[in-house]
């Protein structure tokens, strides 16, 4: 008898993320090898006291290597990209129902550091690599 699969959302009410990426992804493993919090001390000039909460430093650096290592030159398809893979959601610390930043957060946090600042950190975090 021919089967067919028919598809029917679920709300999920018991889905961990970290159970779904396997132990020996890339991700999960450069994850657990990589430290950037010195980014936090690195970039603090540049944000001030008041206004709305920025995209995490870390979170955006780690977005950059993405887009490195998978070939992605577009803020755009970088975020489309991370948000339909599960080791990089994780890998950044977003869970699968967490909105991911605006494509253009990441252009703008790019300019707000300047280019001699964004190289001199992208190049630190992939010698980290």
């Known amino acids: 008898m021919q089967g067919k699969k028919n598809y029917s959302e679920k709300l999920f009410t018991s889905f961990r993320l970290s159970e779904r990426v396997p132990e020996d992804n890339f991700y999960r493993v450069l994850n657990q090898e990589l430290d950037l919090r010195f980014l936090y001390k ?7 006291n008041e206004g709305q909460i920025s995209i995490d430093p870390v979170v955006f650096f780690k977005l950059m290597l993405v887009g490195y290592l998978e070939n992605i030159n577009s803020d755009r398809r970088i975020i489309a990209f991370a948000s339909m893979r599960l080791d990089i959601l994780f890998f950044i610390g977003y869970d699968i129902d967490e909105p991911l930043p605006w494509h253009s957060t990441l252009s703008r946090t790019r300019q707000l550091y300047g280019e001699q600042v964004f190289l001199k950190l992208f190049q630190k975090v992939l010698s980290m690599c």
Do not use: H, S
Not at 42 to 48: A, D, K, L, N, R
């Open 42 to 48: 690195e970039t603090t000039q540049y944000y001030g």
